[in-house]
């Protein structure tokens, strides 16, 4: 009896299943997972892609005429099914007349792709968003070296400094130069103090850090210069000081400092930390400068 219901079974998959796919073996069954696997994904990242953008309103737009239309076919309501038939045929148009900037940026990104991320349409990776968080930070800290105001900003990375949070005013905001410059304004509530960075976010402002109590250091140095290295020297944050008294930029790192640093060089240093930070099993370290006494 079980004999028989396999075999049953096997004649009707091989009848009407197969024969319905069109496999004609297992090398067909491989090929229609693989085309179905590799249709689902772009799919997917397509909806990804338009999620958060106007187009998903404008697709959702687009499925309830297709709804209605076929309500309305089969309720009998001849005009309203003959209107959004006519609407669908030059829906497609229309399609590419409303969604012509996230077609352009799409096809812009598969022509900019290697082939290994062609499929890959995200709005923007986690390298563009650090660049990006680099670039404002950079913006914020040139403007204010120029103003001579004083500002210290700790970026976390793996080591998490919750503490340090905790002792500051919670903000959890994204990372603007605008932000950062208010943040550090002379009398304001929060100048005073440092601005923790987590996960491309201004988690907390006006923090307490540790100072450093190496006795080697110069005598040049200030408070602000000293909460760097300290907290340098219990964690791996990468911490941007400016100097109120000169304007000089500095980066602490490991519990060692960088002076007198421009734009560019401080660009680079954060680039060579935070985004060799994203690759997993690499061994980060400062981006060596040579100090200048200020």
């Known amino acids: 009896m079980n004999l028989l219901n396999i075999q049953n079974f096997k004649e009707f998959f091989d009848s009407v299943i197969l024969s319905l796919l069109d496999v004609k073996g297992p090398w067909d069954i ?13 799919i997917y990242k397509l909806i990804k892609l338009v999620r958060e953008t106007r187009a998903w309103q404008l697709l959702k737009g687009v499925f309830v005429i297709l709804i209605a239309a076929r309500l309305s076919d089969a309720l009998g309501f001849r005009t309203i099914a003959f209107i959004l038939r ?9 399609l590419i007349v409303l969604f012509q900037p996230e ?6 990104k598969i022509g900019r792709s290697r082939f290994r991320n062609i499929f ?3 709005e923007e990776t986690d390298t563009v968003k650090v660049r990006a968080l680099i670039e404002e930070i950079v913006k914020a800290v040139t403007s204010m070296a120029k103003t001579y105001t004083g500002a210290l900003i700790v970026i976390e990375r793996e080591t998490k400094i919750g503490d340090i949070v905790n002792s500051g005013i919670q903000i959890d905001a994204n990372v603007t130069s605008e932000l950062l410059i208010n943040i ?28 450093t109590e190496n006795p080697n250091i110069s005598k040049d140095l200030g408070t ?6 300290g ?20 980066v602490a790192l490991n519990g060692g400092l960088t002076r007198n640093l421009t734009g560019d060089s401080l660009r680079k240093a954060l680039n060579k930390n935070l985004l060799n930070m994203e690759a997993p099993n690499k061994k980060l370290g400062l981006w060596k400068v040579k100090s200048k006494n200020e």
């Open 86 to 94: 006519i609407i669908i045929q030059y829906i497609t148009i229309a």
């Open 30 to 42: 491989v090929k229609s997972l693989i085309d179905i696997g590799i249709v689902s994904y772009v």
């Open 231 to 250: 907290i340098t020297e219990v964690s791996d944050s990468i911490v941007v000081v400016v100097s109120e008294e000169s304007g000089k930029i500095s």
């Open 120 to 122: 890959s349409f995200e």
């Open 103 to 108: 077609l352009r940026r799409g096809l812009e």
């Open 184 to 211: 550090f304004s002379p009398n304001t509530p929060l100048h005073d103090g440092a601005v923790v960075i987590r996960e491309r976010k201004i988690k907390a402002a006006a923090c307490f850090l540790p100072l």
């Open 224 to 229: 602000r210069h000293r909460a760097a290295l």
